[in-house]
């Protein structure tokens, strides 16, 4: 079985650039979640999904991040404009209701 | 407020030594619990994972927990650890949502 698949595995970009990360979930899996882990902060969860309705957005930082998971089996998280210290890993999970979740391999996005 | 707590940010071993990686959580409803392993470079993988039955839970790579219910506690344990199971460790509490603690770094030294 196909895992959670996140692209790109890793982005260097400018600051002010728009960034996109995109994340497929496991078939069948109706939880999205987006989550963000810095060496300061540690693993911190943006927002999450279920049945490709936004329910809970109080992580995400501000409002250059936006997240949108338009069918069940895709979802992207945008920053714009993006700047340094947004530099971290982003993680896509998915899960069936009451399961644990299932992590892609992250997208590691630098800043410059 | 419902929150984990891993209160060893750091633990280093000897290698064949046993260890203990110690979790608590706070809620008022019933929850089920999970703990992922991250190797350097790579996403979170599932431990093992408690949702009912017995409160002695088996994992992959030789791990178990144990769920104490009086205690709020999910403590991850392995008998003898190795060289390759260095990595960070997290636990996690679902009820309404999915709660995350803030990880605990085990060394395992030659």
């Known amino acids: 079985d196909a895992g959670v698949i996140q692209s790109p595995r890793h982005e260097v970009t400018e600051m002010g650039q728009e960034v996109t990360l995109r994340c497929k979930p496991i078939s069948g899996h109706d939880y999205l979640f987006w989550y963000r882990q810095t060496m300061m902060r540690g693993l911190e969860l943006l927002i999450y999904?279920?049945?490709?309705?936004?329910?809970?957005d109080s992580g995400m930082p501000e409002d250059r991040f936006s997240a949108k998971m338009p069918n069940a089996s895709f979802s992207t998280l945008k920053i714009q404009p993006s700047e340094p210290r947004d530099s971290a890993v982003y993680f896509c999970?998915?899960?069936?209701?009451?399961?644990?979740?299932?992590f892609g391999d992250g997208t590691r996005l630098s800043i410059l | 407020a419902q929150s984990v707590t891993q209160l060893d940010s750091q633990v280093p071993v000897f290698e064949e030594a046993p260890v203990e990686l110690r979790c608590n959580y706070s809620?008022?409803?019933?929850?089920?619990l999970f703990w992922y392993v991250q190797y350097p470079n790579q996403g979170l993988q599932l431990l093992l994972k408690?949702?009912?039955?017995?409160?002695l839970v088996k994992g992959i790579n030789g791990f178990e927990a144990e769920f104490n219910k009086s205690q709020t506690s999910f403590h991850l344990r392995k008998p003898s650890v190795h060289i390759s199971d260095t990595a960070e460790y997290f636990c996690a509490v679902r009820s309404n949502k999915f709660y995350f603690g803030s990880g605990t770094k085990l060394n395992v030294k030659p």
């Open positions: 408690y949702l009912s039955g017995s409160t």
């Open positions: 809620s008022s409803v019933s929850v089920y």
């Open positions: 999904f279920n049945n490709n309705v936004p329910i809970d």
């Open positions: 999970a998915s899960s069936a209701p009451n399961q644990p979740q299932h």
